[in-house]
């Protein structure tokens, strides 16, 4: 079975919402604890986070593949 707790990202980054330190092995990952993964979630759903237009064919093979083929 595959460790999914791990991500490719630094060691120690900061928590999305209180900034706080954040270790990548963290169960919240990229989150310091669950409320605080609840307060993301929270401003999603009541649209204070907004995707500002969809994403192009090309930014999507750019973003997924690192470019176009």
């Known amino acids: 079975m595959q460790d999914t707790t791990h991500h490719n990202h630094p060691e120690k980054s900061?928590?999305?919402?209180c900034?706080?330190?954040?270790d990548h092995n963290n169960a919240f990952y990229p989150f310091c604890s669950a409320r605080?993964?609840?307060v993301d979630l929270g401003r999603w759903a009541t649209?204070?986070?907004?995707v500002?237009?969809?994403a192009t064919d090309d930014?999507?093979?750019e973003a997924v593949f690192g470019g176009k083929p």
């Open 36 to 38: 605080c993964k609840q």
């Open 19 to 22: 900034k706080e330190h954040v």
């Open 47 to 50: 649209g204070a986070y907004v």
């Open 52 to 54: 500002s237009r969809p």
């Open 14 to 17: 900061h928590c999305r919402i």
């Open 59 to 61: 930014e999507v093979q």
